[in-house]
């Protein structure tokens, strides 16, 4: 049972332009959502949080909105660089749960020049 | 910054072999984690530890084992290695709730 979704394996994008990621849960008592960044033979690295009180948190390029209602989550680069280029993977976790992070299948994002 | 050192980069194994994946964090957390990666999968949880000598099963234990003797070790351990656990292994170690994890550059094994 995937607790957390994202549907699209992979997306592409123009140099300049909005990539948007999107991301779904099922899970309600999820209280804290992040998204990971992940280049190929690395570990993920974090990129931006929301906790479950916010609907928008915004760090740089990046900004992460959170729809409770829809259980939807997006990551919105703007504007996409080339660098940009990774595996992007959501992640959720319920305090019930002891912050055990489960993730999703992951997006890969080029952005291309 | 917390790091998260994994022993080997790349490891190839014969079937049938018994594997050892280190893992070691300088940092005090309590919490760590191993995953494994697979293309279309994302990130699967193989086990986890919240204190030294304990340790929970995650989402896809079977085949594998753990062991956390010391608070800044925890080791994953495939007994008998088969060609369905070729993959990137990636541990983690957390702050808890509310905190990320902060992973290790992984380990990509392949059994053969």
């Known amino acids: 049972d995937q607790q957390v979704k994202q549907n699209s394996p992979s997306l592409s994008v123009q140099e300049g332009r909005i990539s948007i990621l999107n991301c779904d849960y099922t899970n309600s008592m999820f209280d804290y959502f992040l998204w990971y960044k992940k280049y190929p033979a690395e570990g993920p690295t974090f990129l931006i949080s929301?906790?479950?009180?916010?609907d928008k948190n915004e760090d740089g390029r990046f900004t992460v909105f959170l729809n409770k209602s829809a259980k939807h989550l997006s990551l919105h680069i703007v504007p996409s660089q080339p660098g940009d280029s990774a595996v992007y993977f959501c992640?959720?976790?319920?305090?019930?749960?002891?912050?055990?992070?489960?993730f999703g299948q992951g997006t890969e994002l080029s952005v291309k020049p | 910054d917390v790091k998260v050192t994994q022993s080997s980069r790349y490891l190839v194994k014969r079937t049938g072999e018994k594997v050892f994946l280190e893992c070691v964090q300088d940092m005090d957390h309590e919490n760590m984690f191993w995953y494994r990666q697979d293309p279309g999968l994302g990130l699967r949880l193989i086990y986890f530890s919240y204190d030294v000598k304990m340790k929970e099963k995650g989402d896809i234990p079977e085949g594998y084992s753990v062991s956390r003797e010391k608070k800044e070790r925890f080791s994953l351990i495939l007994e008998s290695a088969s060609t369905n656990q070729t993959s990137m292994y990636l541990c983690?170690?957390?702050?808890?709730?509310?905190?990320?994890?902060?992973f290790g550059s992984g380990t990509r094994l392949t059994v053969v």
């Open positions: 983690a170690t957390g702050g808890g709730q509310g905190y990320g994890y902060t």
């Open positions: 992640a959720a976790s319920a305090e019930n749960q002891g912050g055990k992070l489960i």
């Open positions: 929301i906790s479950s009180i916010k």
